[in-house]
């Protein structure tokens, strides 16, 4: 079964390092997402995307925040210049259309120090 | 803002025994709703879906989950658990026409004892 790649699985930054999180989503799906869980909390949506722009967005998705598909199958969500709040387990999805389910990739946990 | 719960956080059973984990979401309007499992080190999966129709749902593994409307519930059973089923186990709202959100609750952890 085709899956959601996610790299690395685990990164580690220093507080106000750039980091960037890469994902791979399922070849012939159209909707791409980022959701993030910190330890102990609910799985948060940030972002979706779709037709090559954002088509939603939550209120923890500030200015810090971008995502962008550069190739044909890399999605990435980049942070600019980490918090400590930061740290969390970021999930990349994908979905064939809207409303359709999603499919998760394992995670990246980012730790910021 | 929709918003979706769940009561148990930490459940734990003998295998053999039945499951029923609660879900509740806070929005009037259609939804398509989700159960996700999280086996420990992997990745959210699908375990099963309503959009329309049969309120009652068939996942795999086992689990089906029954949807009323009236109570805004979708809970999830199954008759007689696995210490397999030992997983976090997620229940989520899309709002039809509202975009592609997923509103997740806070999650069930359930520990299946043999």
């Known amino acids: 079964e085709p899956e959601v790649t996610q790299t690395p699985s685990h990164q580690v930054t220093q507080m106000g390092q750039e980091v960037i999180l890469r994902c791979v989503p399922i070849?012939?799906?159209?909707?791409f997402y980022w959701y993030r869980q910190i330890l102990g909390q609910k799985v948060e949506f940030l972002v979706s995307?779709?037709?090559?722009?954002?088509?939603?967005k939550s209120e923890i998705f500030d200015d810090q925040f971008s995502v962008e598909r550069p190739d044909g199958s890399n999605f990435t969500l980049k942070i600019r210049s980490t918090k400590l709040e930061d740290s969390a387990m970021y999930f990349c999805?994908?979905?064939?259309?809207?409303?359709?389910?999603?499919?998760f990739g394992d995670g990246t946990r980012l730790s910021i120090l | 803002a929709q918003s979706v719960s769940q009561h148990n956080h930490h459940v734990i059973l003998s295998e053999a025994a039945s499951l029923e984990l609660g879900c509740n979401y806070s929005?009037?309007?259609?939804?398509?709703l989700f159960w996700y499992v999280q086996y420990p080190g992997q990745h959210l999966q699908l375990l099963l879906k309503?959009?329309?129709?049969?309120?009652l749902v068939k996942g795999i593994k086992g689990f089906e989950a029954e949807f009323i409307k009236s109570k805004f519930s979708f809970n999830l059973r199954k008759p007689s658990v696995q210490w397999s089923d030992t997983a976090e186990y997620f229940c989520a709202v899309i709002l039809t026409g509202g975009g592609n959100k997923l509103t997740f609750g806070t999650g069930t952890q359930l520990k299946v004892e043999l």
């Open positions: 309503y959009f329309s129709g049969d309120p």
């Open positions: 070849s012939n799906h159209l909707y």
């Open positions: 999805a994908s979905s064939e259309r809207q409303g359709q389910p999603q499919h």
């Open positions: 929005y009037g309007g259609t939804v398509n």
């Open positions: 995307f779709y037709n090559n722009e954002i088509s939603e």
